[in-house]
């Protein structure tokens, strides 16, 4: 019986055997590396005309390809790499502030899975900081400080008809782990490694030695550049990810999908919601989200100052602020153009109270972080002035939030 994927796998083998990388592969046959990289992967094959062709090539019989026997070759442990499935621009978004893995990783799916309907004159997806801003806010992290929801949060894949499965790794073995990697890979659908430690997010789109190794890129929570840049034809190696503690998510396609529309509704009313938080509910007073994390800024900066010790609690999170800040401006820019019938007025005064907000961050960035107070007198004068920016921003996202209220009335009122 015929089986695409086997005559997909097939294909891929005997084209390696033969030393033919994808590229030239597609080149031979005038048709694109995607169109190869599709036939290996199962979701289409060759026309006849083109088997004919395919089979020259490989020196093989159509049959040889289309009912492969089920014995595997002894030197069957080759690279299996998957291309993205529409051609990517190279980016052009903002290197920084991006440095949130998470919305990149999302992002970094989409263009991959050629579900990006923008295209730039070549034809090719654009790569921008769009889809970026959209995730930071159905993840909900640019609501919060190192802090958000999970990176597959309903809406997250399911905005481009996507869904995952997660798998905890002290629940499996290594041998089922990589088996469930590499079937993943197979069947077409990247696959993500995220560690539980701080450490490289992997999105794999290939593997070789068996699955033992993976092909990919890294995402890092702080690193903008691996956030921003991402080759697919340049992938890292990834050895004896298996062996350590992570979550192994499956990408897979998703008979649900979620109108972008409604997931920014709903974002942001999550986002509204979060923001008015005044009750602290962590460990760490600067980990969190709402108005509350303010008033603990303020209060970490007057124990600094009692006790003498060097500022420790503007870095990094001045750039957390400066970064999350931005985004939900961002955010609510793009609503305005993707919500119909949104309050508009409403929203571009938030975005103005955001807008003096992100202008106070800037100030105290190139103000109070290019050098260190000489002494204790000099800290205490930066904290005075750093309390008052805190003091000056809990009033500015105040303001903005009761604009943004009228916007979330106005849509649960439809």
């Given at each position: 019986?015929?089986?695409?994927i086997?005559a997909?796998?097939?294909?891929?083998?005997?084209?390696?055997?033969?030393?033919?990388?994808q590229?030239?592969?597609?080149q031979?046959?005038?048709?694109?590396?995607?169109?190869?990289s599709?036939?290996?992967?199962?979701?289409?094959m060759?026309?006849?005309?083109?088997?004919v062709?395919?089979?020259?090539i490989?020196?093989?019989?159509?049959d040889?390809?289309l009912?492969?026997?089920?014995?595997?070759?002894?030197?069957?442990?080759?690279?299996?790499?998957?291309?993205p499935?529409?051609?990517?621009?190279?980016?052009?978004?903002?290197?920084?502030?991006?440095?949130?893995?998470?919305?990149?990783l999302?992002?970094?799916?989409k263009?991959?899975?050629?579900?990006?309907?923008?295209k730039?004159?070549?034809?090719?997806q654009?790569?921008d900081?769009?889809?970026?801003?959209?995730?930071?806010?159905?993840?909900?992290?640019?609501?919060?400080?190192?802090?958000?929801?999970?990176?597959?949060?309903e809406?997250?894949l399911?905005?481009?008809?996507?869904?995952?499965e997660?798998y905890?790794?002290?629940?499996?073995?290594?041998?089922?782990?990589?088996h469930?990697?590499?079937?993943?890979?197979?069947?077409g659908?990247?696959?993500?490694?995220?560690?539980?430690?701080y450490?490289?997010?992997?999105?794999?789109t290939g593997?070789?030695?068996n699955?033992?190794?993976?092909?990919?890129?890294?995402?890092l929570?702080?690193?903008?550049?691996?956030?921003?840049?991402m080759s697919?034809?340049?992938?890292?190696?990834?050895?004896?990810?298996?062996?350590?503690?992570?979550r192994?998510?499956?990408?897979?396609?998703?008979?649900?999908?979620?109108?972008?529309e409604?997931?920014?509704?709903?974002?942001?009313?999550?986002?509204?919601?979060?923001?008015?938080?005044?009750?602290?509910?962590f460990?760490?007073p600067?980990?969190?989200?709402?108005?509350?994390?303010?008033?603990?800024?303020?209060?970490?900066?007057?124990?600094?100052?009692?006790?003498?010790?060097e500022?420790a609690?503007?870095?990094?999170?001045?750039?957390?602020?400066?970064e999350?800040?931005?985004?939900i401006?961002q955010?609510?820019e793009?609503?305005?153009?993707?919500?119909s019938?949104i309050?508009k007025?409403?929203?571009?005064?938030?975005i103005?109270?955001?807008?003096e907000?992100i202008?106070?961050?800037?100030?105290?960035?190139?103000?109070?972080?290019?050098?260190?107070?000489?002494?204790?007198?000099?800290?205490?004068?930066?904290?005075?002035?750093?309390?008052y920016?805190?003091?000056?921003s809990?009033?500015s996202?105040?303001?903005a939030?009761?604009?943004?209220?009228?916007?979330?009335?106005?849509?649960?009122?439809?």
């Open positions: 019986m015929f089986d695409s086997k997909g796998m097939q294909i891929a083998l005997l084209r390696k055997s033969r030393a033919i990388t590229e030239e592969l597609a031979k046959l005038s048709v694109s590396p995607q169109a190869v599709k036939w290996e992967n199962g979701h289409a060759p026309e006849i005309s083109m088997l062709e395919l089979a020259k490989l020196n093989v019989t159509i040889e390809i009912l492969p026997g089920d014995a595997v070759p002894a030197n069957a442990n080759f690279e299996h790499i998957l291309l499935y529409d051609s990517i621009a190279d980016f052009s978004g903002s290197k920084w502030p991006r440095s949130m893995a998470q919305p990149a999302v992002s970094a799916i263009l991959f899975m050629g579900l990006e309907n923008r730039d004159s070549m034809n090719r654009i790569n900081d769009t889809e970026y801003i959209f995730q930071s806010a159905f993840t909900s992290i640019c609501f919060g400080y190192s802090w958000g929801q999970d990176m597959f949060a809406n997250s399911a905005v481009h008809g996507l869904s995952c997660i905890e790794s002290g629940k499996y073995d290594e041998d089922t782990l990589v469930m990697a590499t079937g993943n890979i197979l069947k659908y990247p696959v993500v490694i995220e560690p539980k430690e450490a490289d997010i992997i999105l794999a593997f070789s030695d699955g033992k190794i993976l092909k990919g890129i890294p995402f929570d702080g690193d903008d550049e691996k956030n921003s840049v697919f034809q340049q992938l890292h190696d990834f050895s004896g990810w298996y062996k350590k503690d992570i192994l998510i499956l990408i897979r396609p998703s008979a649900k999908k979620v109108n972008v409604d997931a920014c509704k709903k974002a942001l009313q999550e986002g509204y919601q979060l923001l008015c938080n005044d009750t602290h509910q460990d760490e600067l980990v969190g989200y709402g108005l509350v994390i303010y008033q603990n800024w303020r209060e970490e900066l007057r124990k600094e100052n009692d006790e003498n010790t500022i609690c503007l870095y990094p999170h001045i750039f957390i602020q400066f999350n800040k931005m985004r401006k955010f609510l793009l609503c305005i153009h993707t919500v019938g309050d007025e409403s929203l571009e005064n938030a103005a109270k955001y807008s907000l202008t106070l961050w800037e100030n105290a960035m190139k103000g109070w972080l290019t050098e260190s107070p000489k002494d204790a007198d000099a800290a205490k004068e930066v904290r005075k002035g750093f309390d920016i805190l003091r000056r809990s009033e996202e105040a303001e939030l009761r604009y943004w209220a009228a916007v979330v009335n106005a849509i649960a009122a439809h």
